[in-house]
């Protein structure tokens, strides 16, 4: 569905085809994501304690900033439908973002605390037992893989940067999981309790990786910048093509959320073309070419005397 504004010489251009549904396809795959995340935490850190393994309680650590990611991003699925209000035109998209900034800040904190309590235990690894530390990471592997599923099959992982946010961090606990369930075979092998450590300082730098992405990304969002999948040279050379527009400037484009982007422009137009034509064009191969869908178009060429100094 498609709404267009059209007053004087400014278009304002609003699509939301397909939202509610994505929507809501990402809210119930967050909640039963959040629901099995947070459920098997609790075990594997109790196990983690209980077995006396630091890849475990370290993993169990990764699972809570995943249940606390998960929570995040669900709330932010509910605050960011909130209907816009004169004091907030655009909602509340942005929380979505803030969610993320914190979900970041939290993963490279967590993973920096890991790092360090992994170098102590290098020197004197303590005695781990192998097969309860194997059992807890096989069943943290298996609830992995169906939450990671249940995220890219059910949730917009490529146009939601807290679905995505949430994904990278099941995909970092699983990779964490292999590496628990290989310590766990060299221990009970082998005996090498020194793997233990090793395994969670693996963990610790897929935690760092994927918090410093997303963190990352937040940051960019939040300071406005461009999208990056959007090229500025290649907007200004499709304006500049349509008949009738002799140049452009104040071209803006920014992110309110990681996918919802705005764009706004001035086109200077010959003073006898169809405005109304160049508008619907230009609005159209934006959306087109680019999908951008909120563009506000100010059309510029008549020279116009509205007060007499000017003129004289």
């Not at 795959?29 to 629901?35: D, G, N």
């Not at 040279?233 to 140049?247: A, Y």
């Not at 064009?281 to 116009?304: M, N, Y």
Request: glycine share 8%; proline share 2%; with cysteine.
């Amino acid at each position: 569905m498609e709404h267009n504004h059209t007053h004087d010489d400014h278009s304002h251009t609003h699509s939301h085809g397909g939202h509610s549904h994505g929507h809501n396809a990402n809210k119930k795959a967050l909640t039963i994501s959040f629901v099995l995340i947070a459920g098997f935490m609790v075990i594997e850190f109790v196990g983690g304690y209980l077995t006396n393994s630091l890849a475990l309680i370290s993993d169990a650590g990764h699972m809570l900033s995943d249940a606390v990611a998960l929570g995040l991003s669900l709330s932010a699925l509910i605050f960011g439908a909130r209907a816009a209000t004169p004091s907030k035109t655009y909602g509340y998209k942005r929380f979505e973002i803030l969610a993320a900034l914190l979900n970041g800040i939290v993963l490279v904190l967590l993973a920096v605390f890991i790092c360090k309590e992994a170098i102590e235990r290098l020197s004197t690894p303590p005695q781990v037992i192998g097969k309860g530390m194997m059992l807890i990471s096989t069943i943290g592997l298996i609830i992995n893989i169906i939450v990671a599923w249940i995220l890219h099959s059910k949730g917009s992982t490529e146009e939601n940067l807290n679905i995505r946010s949430a994904f990278l961090h099941v995909i970092g606990d699983l990779l964490g999981s292999v590496g628990a369930i290989v310590a766990a075979i060299l221990i009970m092998l082998f005996g090498w309790y020194i793997a233990d450590p090793i395994a969670s300082m693996i963990v610790s730098l897929l935690v760092l990786y994927s918090g410093w992405n997303v963190l990352k990304e937040s940051i960019n969002i939040l300071m406005e910048a461009k999208p990056a999948n959007i090229d500025s040279g290649e907007v200004i050379h499709l304006l500049k093509s349509i008949d009738g527009v002799e140049d452009i400037h104040d071209l803006h484009i920014w992110m309110i959320a990681s996918d919802f982007s705005v764009m706004t422009v001035h086109l200077k137009v010959k003073p006898a073309a169809d405005r109304d034509v160049i508008l619907e064009k230009a609005k159209r191969s934006i959306k087109k070419e680019f999908g951008i869908s909120h563009a506000t178009i100010q059309i510029e060429g008549r020279e116009l005397c509205l007060y007499e100094e000017t003129c004289n």
